[in-house]
């Protein structure tokens, strides 16, 4: 899974699903098409935290397809290898023609000089069916596919645990399609994302991927966020978390609610109901505008909703 976004909110979502799903999760961390100049505590925290959770983490690393010098390469590996706990690294732009062979064997060679242990992923984002075979065994793992939409052939005869596809651009998810290309390539994953960088969110299905690669039913946690309000102000962002704790599976929810307009008035009443497969919570809040600042009534049950039932200075 290409991370290509600051460490926040979407690597915990990922943290999560390694909780909820047995299935491997192998990410690609880029602080700056590379390792950026310094090393970043928050990247390393987060790396870590990946690593704690079961989860391989691959450094990104620019070879422009056999043209950069492989003397920079070797320091940002050296960076990397210093800098983070990382699993491995993720050599992009990568060039499957003839010839370039020794180039890369070298760089898988000076990576797995710095830990046999090492995932070596090398992404071409395409291949030549002549030079195949000498790719994939130079490379741990070859993304043979990086494009928008579902590939319409691949190369038969492949090794599917020597192979990647990286699918962007996919409204949504289809089960069948989705198992059959992981049928085909071990390194699969599939977003809705697009655009110049499709890898700065995670996709919208990627619980329905993890469900169908561990081969168990997708658990359902939905958090409906609605308001009384019919002129459009809510903005909502939702980040659930997941933990086990003596064999009891808990869910929970950080919730941002920006729901007033500029001019302070607010915006009547709004719910969240948390459905957890089929028992549901409903938790009631009210906006108000109080001159310096907003002001949360909460309360369980409509009826009981009052705004006396909080000190508005203290809450």
């Known amino acids: 899974m290409p991370l290509y976004v600051y460490p926040g909110c979407s690597w915990d979502s990922i943290i999560s699903l390694k909780a909820q ?6 990410v690609i961390a880029n602080p700056a098409s590379g390792p950026g100049s310094q090393r970043d505590p928050v990247y390393a925290d987060y790396i870590q935290k990946m690593r704690d959770a079961g989860i391989s983490v691959l450094g990104y690393v620019w070879t422009n ?27 992009d732009g990568v060039n499957v023609s003839a010839g370039t062979e020794g180039y890369y064997s070298g760089l898988v060679n000076y990576v797995k000089g710095k830990s046999q242990s090492y ?13 195949l075979a000498d ?59 697009g ?4 890898w700065d969110s995670l ?3 990627v619980a329905d991927e993890a469900a169908a690669l561990a081969g168990v039913p997708k658990v359902n946690y939905v958090l409906k966020v609605s308001s009384h309000s019919t002129t459009g102000y809510s903005v909502i962002e939702r ?9 009891v599976y808990n869910v929970s929810w950080d919730v941002l609610l920006r729901n007033w307009d500029s001019s302070g008035a607010g915006v009547q009443l709004m719910y969240l109901i948390l459905d957890q497969g089929g ?6 809040f009210e906006w108000a505008y109080y001159g310096n600042g907003t002001a949360l009534y909460a309360c369980y049950g409509w009826a009981s909703c009052a705004d006396t039932d909080f000190n508005v200075t203290s809450s």
């Open 119 to 131: 995932l070596v992923v090398g992404n071409p984002g395409g291949y030549d069916p002549s030079t």
């Open 135 to 193: 790719y994939t065994s130079i490379f741990d793992v070859l993304v043979i596919y990086d494009s928008p939409s579902y590939p319409s052939s691949w190369p038969s005869g492949a090794d599917p645990s020597k192979l990647g596809a990286l699918v962007y651009g996919v409204p949504s998810f289809d089960e069948t399609t989705f198992k059959d290309l992981a049928s085909k390539a071990y390194y699969v994953y599939v977003t809705d994302d």
């Open 239 to 247: 980040y659930p978390s997941y933990n086990v704790s003596g064999g």
């Open 203 to 205: 996709s919208r299905y």
């Open 21 to 26: 799903y047995p299935v491997n999760i192998v």
């Open 279 to 284: 028992s549901t919570v409903e938790v009631h």
């Open 195 to 198: 655009g110049d960088n499709p």
């Open 65 to 91: 397809y056999g043209k950069r010098d492989s003397s920079i390469i070797e320091d940002e590996i050296d960076n990397w290898a210093s800098w983070y706990n990382i699993s491995g690294i993720f050599f």
